[in-house]
């Protein structure tokens, strides 16, 4: 699962990603130390789904 790091400063946003919650929770901690605010860790819910090979199309030999 990937979890997004939302954060603002003063003069923009930033969108960070991790593997891991335990990752992204650090990362945002670390970005309130560095001044950052409105700082906020979310799950991924648009991240692509691993599947097999789309169906209209054979897969690729090589």
């Known amino acids: ?3 997004l790091i939302l954060a603002r400063d003063g003069t923009g946003r930033i969108v960070l990603k991790r593997d891991s919650e335990d ?3 650090k990362k ?3 970005l ?3 001044g950052w605010f409105e700082v906020e860790v979310r799950e991924d819910k648009t991240a692509p789904v691993t599947s097999a090979a789309p169906a209209d ?3 690729t030999l090589q």
């Open 28 to 30: 945002a901690r670390e």
């Open 23 to 25: 990752a992204a929770e």
């Open 57 to 59: 199309r054979p897969p």
């Open 32 to 34: 309130k130390e560095m």
């Open 1 to 3: 699962m990937t979890y």
